[in-house]
């Protein structure tokens, strides 16, 4: 999660690194704060270097449903994979990362119940070497 105001400067290079090899999707929070015109550059700027990019909007859950939808996507190889291996059911983690203040806590609270759903969230509170996070909202 990023800020959409200062999508550079709020963006952890250490978690640029360590999630480098990883499926991402750029959530581009705040959107509403930010100029319509600029956010849509931004997000191409995204598309262009081969990342995702979502615009969200926290305080009303504006752009929500397009990030769970684009984790379906770029989700879908593996789940396939797991079907075929009879691991049906099998849940999709994932981690939400970011500066502080940049409004984690807050898409993750806007977060529908995913309930009966494939896909839980973990909220990573602190970047530590020990990468450890806390499981703030678990669906199953």
């Known amino acids: 999660v990023i800020d959409a105001r200062i999508p550079i400067s709020s963006q952890n290079p250490d978690i640029r690194q360590i999630t480098k090899n990883k499926k991402k999707i750029i959530v581009l929070n705040k959107e509403d704060l930010a100029d319509e015109k600029e956010n849509q550059k931004w997000v191409e700027y995204f598309l262009k270097r081969g990342e995702k990019a979502v615009l969200v909007n926290s305080n009303d859950g504006r752009g929500i449903n ?14 396939k994979s797991n079907a075929n291996k009879g691991r049906i059911g099998r849940k999709i983690r994932v981690m939400v990362v970011g500066i502080p203040n940049v409004g984690k806590s807050s898409f993750i609270n806007r977060i529908p ?19 450890e996070g806390d499981i703030v909202k678990y669906s199953g």
């Open 66 to 79: 397009n990030v769970i939808k684009q984790i379906q996507i770029i989700m879908q190889d593996e789940l």
């Open 113 to 131: 119940d995913l309930h009966n759903t494939y896909i839980s969230f973990i909220l990573h509170k602190n970047l530590t070497k020990s990468a």
